[in-house]
């Protein structure tokens, strides 16, 4: 009799599980960072970040013995068991991701992000720009990235695209990175040094006002435009 | 699966049925909600779609009828209102147009249709508010510009019929869509946009004093002088501005082809050296046109002024000469310090050149030369016509002045003006008031950011 039971009882669980399932995954996938708890500008590394404080934090895990690997400024998935497992060890939630509660508990001081802002500076053109260069071309070679700011500021300065900084940017179609949401990312230390090199005058792109990745492009009029130069994976052309 | 392999009794069987009916509702009502939400987010982009679309047809509009006024207007206050108005117009339909999701090729000779005559009007309103009326050259300019004003018009009114009939969409958002439709309904705001495109292939080229001038848009390297030089060449200069031996490795990179020809250069030095210096030489006369060195900088030893001096020294070595530093600028443990030229104690902004010092080592990482090759370097004349005296009359009485010397800066236009530059203060903020050292008006006011990372002017 009982067995009977639980066997008409299978349908119905089966499919509470699958609903079940789906349902968590439409939950977790509309929740937005803000509502976790975390937002995305108060995380300071987590894997795939690179630089400076990847290298501090690196430091710090070795020190302390929870990292094995080279102090190299890469997050690598070593890095992240070791900040995984030292989270554990100080009862923190062992996400891998380094956010404010982990840097303060492994004694790295979170700068105030406006705190730095004063008037007239362009830190809000430096970070719009460096979101561009980081969504664009993270993976391309320092002279690249600064190139493609370099594009965007010569934009600014043609009357063939608008005239701001963020009209450029934000021109439907205009970016793939903007297009795709890839944009909206934290950018890292190298982007933000290649944006303020771009806006300090630096063009190593010669003055181009377009640029393409010629493996990705099937857009015949972009490779009808006369190149001016390549770097990396990008043709520039005016 | 066991589940599907049982017999099933007909009780069993119907509640199998219940549950699965169940689901299907659920799912119905899951895709229901996805679709409602899909179509708001679609209604909410094209209502911010036909925003753009339609204030920009009311701009180009008003625009038509403000150039109509221009051309019978004969005073210099009605001028410079109407051309202050078509200016802010034109900046708002330029505006509008950059929004609105067409493919840059289709709009980009409308886009710089607006942005022209924006700095157009707004050159002519500069020199209204100067007193002076337009001449015939610029009326005839105002009549061109308004005849093609009045054909995009018209040509805005047909596609704002169709679409409010609902013929034409904005934005196939969707990429699967836009590859199925291709041909057909994605890309017909493209081509209609495309077809007014055609009407400014006759569209005259306009020179004028503003920065969309085209002969600024253009503009030509007057400081690049000197031979053609040979790759080798060029190799030996990189190796020597970079400091680094003769048996360093360069690779060219690019070949730079842009207004200024270069070899695009890499100085290999391995990864634990802190990467490659990258390095542009021009092919004619050898000038290093920038050099960018990424390597970190961790720490900040040196004190900004230990800094400026190996940043003049480095340019000394390199044969730059009569420079004095402007502004610096601290950032990730390097300093950025511009430098200008100065000519029988005559400052030329015009003239300059940016040096990039790490402050950990004092190694140069960054230098940049462009507006020093594009700057012209004969300049007719430095002596003023009017004497300090006469200049410090036109100051404002607010502004306490510190220093006063004369200057060449550079204005709209690609022009040049010489300028008395009094620098003073104003409620605890500085500033650099330029008077016209000829007929002594008021050319530019920068203010002063002083801030522990740097100055900056604006």
Redesign the interface.
């Known amino acids: 009799m009982s067995e009977k039971n639980s066997k008409k009882k299978i349908p119905y669980i089966a499919v509470l599980l699958i609903y079940s399932i789906f349902g968590v995954f439409i939950y977790t996938s509309t929740l937005s960072p803000e509502l976790l708890g975390e937002t995305a500008g108060s995380i300071l590394v987590k894997y795939g970040s690179r630089g400076e404080e990847v290298r501090t934090v690196q430091d710090k895990l070795k020190r302390w013995g929870y990292y094995k690997g080279t102090v190299d400024g890469v997050y690598g998935w070593m890095t992240r068991e070791a900040v995984v497992s030292f989270q554990r060890k100080n009862g923190l939630t062992a996400d891998g991701v380094v956010g404010p509660a982990t840097a303060k508990a492994l004694g790295i001081n979170v700068p105030a992000k406006t705190a730095t802002r004063g008037a007239g500076t362009r830190e809000n053109e430096v970070y719009t720009l460096a979101q561009c260069i980081y969504g664009e071309g993270r993976g391309e070679p320092y002279i690249g990235q600064v190139a493609i700011a370099a594009v965007v500021m010569n934009r600014v300065n043609d009357p063939k695209f608008p005239n701001t900084i963020a009209g450029v940017i934000f021109q439907p179609g205009a970016f793939t990175a903007v297009a795709d949401g890839q944009m909206f990312m934290q950018p890292n230390e190298l982007a933000m040094k290649a944006a303020r090199d771009a806006l300090n005058g630096w063009d190593p792109s010669g003055g181009a006002i377009y640029y393409y990745n010629p493996a990705k492009t099937t857009n015949k009029w972009i490779w009808s435009r006369p190149v001016i130069k390549i770097i990396g994976k990008h043709h520039f052309c005016k | 699966m066991k ?1 599907f392999n ?1 017999q099933l009794s007909r009780k ?1 069987y119907h ?2 049925a219940v ?2 009916l ?2 299907l509702i ?1 799912t119905g009502f ?1 895709a229901y909600n996805t679709y409602t939400e899909r179509k708001q987010y679609q209604i909410f982009l094209q209502n911010s779609y036909q925003k753009s679309f339609r204030e920009m047809v009311t701009n180009v509009e008003t625009i038509k009828v403000l150039l109509d006024k221009a051309e019978v207007s004969a005073s210099t206050v009605n001028s410079n209102n109407l051309m202050t108005q078509v200016w802010l117009q034109s ?1 708002s339909a ?2 509008n147009l ?8 289709a709009l ?2 409308t ?2 249709f607006l ?2 005559i924006g ?1 157009f009007c707004y050159a002519i309103a500069r020199k209204n508010a100067a007193n002076e009326e337009m001449n015939d050259d610029e009326f005839e300019k105002i009549t061109t510009l308004n005849t093609y004003s009045g054909k995009l018009l018209n040509d805005l009114h047909e596609l704002e019929e169709r679409v409010n009939q609902g013929k034409i969409r904005f ?1 196939a958002i969707r990429k699967q869509g836009r590859l199925i439709f291709k041909k057909t309904s994605a890309n017909t705001m493209d081509a209609d946009f495309g077809r007014i495109e055609e009407r400014f292939n006759q569209y005259p080229t306009m020179i004028y004093d503003g ?2 001038s085209d002969n600024i ?1 253009e503009g030509k390297p007057e400081g690049l002088t000197g031979e053609k030089i040979t790759f080798e060449e060029a190799m030996k200069r990189a190796r020597q501005f970079a400091g680094v031996g003769a048996d360093a490795k360069v690779t060219q ?8 020809e ?1 070899y ?1 250069l890499d100085i290999v030095q391995g990864e634990n050296n802190g ?2 210096i ?1 390095i ?1 030489i021009t092919k004619k006369g050898g000038h290093v046109l ?1 050099m ?1 060195n ?1 390597r ?1 900088i ?1 720490e900040k030893k040196l004190k900004n002024k230990k800094a400026s001096e190996i940043a003049k020294k480095f340019l000394e070595d390199h044969g730059f000469k009569d420079l004095t530093e402007t502004y610096y ?1 601290n ?2 443990n390097t300093t ?1 310090i511009t430098f200008i030229r100065v000519e029988k104690d005559v400052l030329i902004y015009t003239d300059m050149l ?1 040096v990039k010092v790490a402050l950990d080592n004092g190694q140069i990482v ?1 230098f ?1 030369s ?2 020093h090759l594009m700057a012209n370097k004969e300049r007719d004349n430095l002596t003023p016509k009017l004497s300090e005296e006469e200049a410090r009359t036109k100051i404002s009485q607010r502004l306490d002045i510190e220093r006063v010397k004369l200057a060449i800066i550079p204005l709209p236009g690609n022009k040049q003006r010489l300028c008395y530059e009094f620098k003073g203060k104003h409620n605890n903020n500085d500033y650099f008031v330029y008077i016209n050292a000829e007929n002594g008006s008021e050319e530019r006011i920068l ?1 002063i ?1 002083s ?1 522990e ?1 740097g100055t ?1 002017t ?1």
Not at chain 2, 98 to 105: A, T, V, Y
């Open positions: 589940l049982m069993q509640k199998v549950v699965l169940a689901a659920l899951f900046n330029a505006d950059g929004q609105l999701p067409i493919s840059h090729s980009s000779k886009e710089k942005n022209q700095d934005g920065p969309f848009v990179v690019s070949s730079g082809r842009g207004k200024i270069t695009g990467g490659n990258s542009d920038w960018i990424p970190n961790p600028l950032n990730n950025v940016k960054g940049d462009y507006q203010r950011f801030t990372n900056l604006q």
